[in-house]
């Protein structure tokens, strides 16, 4: 909580001592109801009771799906008594009911009252179900605790029938920072750094088209990003979506920031998406550790060869690096199966020594289109992508080719994503620094 703190703007720090200073005010203040317990415990909490809380229903769609509630609403009746009956392996709802001493009856008219009831077919291992039984034996109520913000209850109306209502807890999202610099393997950095398997998926997919995680990661190239981290109640559920991003490899600075039509741009409002990616293999494929002496599978020689070679599992995707027309999709003896892309009339790709090919010659392909996978056909030892990158028929660098500009935000949208895109750079720059700092 303080990184998080720490990390925040100004205006939010002024805004949580403001209230820390509020709630120690409210610590003096004589509580009213806790005086009056003490002579009346039927105004005290019970252990085991069930009090309804304020709770914010998110979407109307969510409120649609249910049975309209009757006049009287659950509120009214908080006298449930609940007995928990964990979900263990093996179990099914009828042996629940069982357990619990419900009639098979029973489940089956509250099984069938809705959409809502017929998901706790759908019960898993290690939940909950609450039962609340009524004075005459009948089930009153069930309580099923469907995620981290909702829980189910299914209650038994004046007609005997069940009504069911969804309480969805209001989720809290703060923005947290992560800094890091690279001493092994993007992946291992990224992980001690506290991201999650997802958000290094992610991240990498915002530069895809600027880096090649697979070949251009060094030692001490740093990463920093912006994201939203999610809470119930105070505790942590999850983290949400990346907000704004910053990589430095081998001394280059790339940014990007989210904006709100859900793509990234760089700080000047550019899209990140260009006419190529960087590799045609996903990273998350690739053996994360690099060597910066990597010796080329056939010739065993450093850097050898025309092209860029990517160690990976045979069957590993391989996609199209961008937009094209497949020109040839073939066998030869030295190749393999190979795939050659054209794109436009300056730029080619190659795709050399495929297991499988998935494009036919002539074909249309889109950026980022399967178009085989990594194999070890044609003159190879081992199972690697050997990818090349043709402009006017000449060998390039894609890393250091002069590539067509991307898109930018219209002016429009320009002067809102501006502001905002200063403010979250400079927050990276920060973080990076103090990072710097403490190392
Ligand atoms: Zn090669």
């Not at 065993?300 to 961008?322: L, N, S």
């Not at 056909?377 to 390039?396: C, D, K, M, S």
């Amino acid at each position: 909580m303080v990184h998080v703190v720490r990390t925040l703007p100004k205006k939010h720090k002024l805004f949580i001592l403001c209230f820390a200073i509020f709630l120690i005010g409210l610590m003096f203040l004589p509580s009213e109801k806790a005086t009056a317990s003490k002579d009346n415990s039927a105004d005290a909490l019970e252990i085991g009771k069930r009090y309804e809380l304020q709770v914010k229903v998110e979407d109307n769609e969510k409120l649609t799906e249910l049975n309209a509630l009757p006049a009287e609403p659950v509120t009214s009746t908080p006298e449930y008594n609940f007995i928990d009956h964990k979900v263990k392996n093996g179990d099914n709802l009828a042996i629940i009911f069982q357990r619990a001493g419900f009639s098979a009856k029973t489940l089956y008219n509250l099984i069938n009252t809705n959409a809502e009831t017929r998901k706790l077919k759908k019960i898993h291992p290690g939940e909950t179900l609450s039962f609340a039984t009524a004075q005459d034996g009948s089930l009153a109520q069930l309580k099923y605790v469907i995620s981290k913000t909702d829980t189910l209850f299914v209650t038994l109306n004046d007609e005997g029938k069940y009504d069911t209502k969804i309480e969805s807890k209001e989720i809290e999202t703060l923005t947290k920072t992560a800094v890091g610099e690279i001493a092994n393997s993007f992946w291992t950095s990224a992980i001690s750094a506290g991201l999650s398997e997802r958000q290094i998926m992610n991240f990498a997919d915002i530069f895809g088209w600027d880096v090649d995680f697979a070949n251009d990661i060094r030692k001490g190239d740093s990463f920093g990003l912006i994201y939203e981290s999610h809470y119930v109640d105070g505790e942590f559920i999850g983290t949400g979506k990346i907000i704004a991003a910053e990589f430095i490899n081998q001394g280059q600075r790339y940014a990007a920031i989210r904006h709100t039509d859900g793509n990234f741009y760089t700080p000047e409002g550019r899209s990140m998406k260009k006419a190529f990616l960087r590799a045609p293999v996903n990273f998350k494929y690739i053996s994360s550790s690099f060597n910066p002496r990597r010796l080329h599978p056939v010739t065993g020689k450093i850097k050898a060869h025309r092209g860029i070679d990517y160690a990976a599992r045979t069957g590993t995707p391989v996609v199209a690096a961008g937009n094209g027309k497949v020109i040839k999709s073939g066998y030869s003896k030295y190749n393999g199966n190979y795939v050659f892309i054209s794109h436009g009339t300056q730029y080619v790709t190659k795709y050399l020594h495929l297991n499988k090919r998935l494009v036919k010659t002539g074909q249309k392909v889109k950026q980022g289109k399967k178009i085989g996978t990594v194999g070890s056909t044609g003159r190879v030892t081992g199972a690697h992508l050997h990818y090349e990158f043709l402009v006017n028929g000449v060998h390039r660098n894609p890393k250091t080719v002069k590539l067509p500009k991307s898109e930018p935000l219209p002016r429009a949208e320009l002067a809102k994503f501006k502001p905002i895109a200063d403010n979250f750079v400079a927050q990276l720059e920060h973080s990076r620094k103090l990072q710097l700092a403490l190392n």
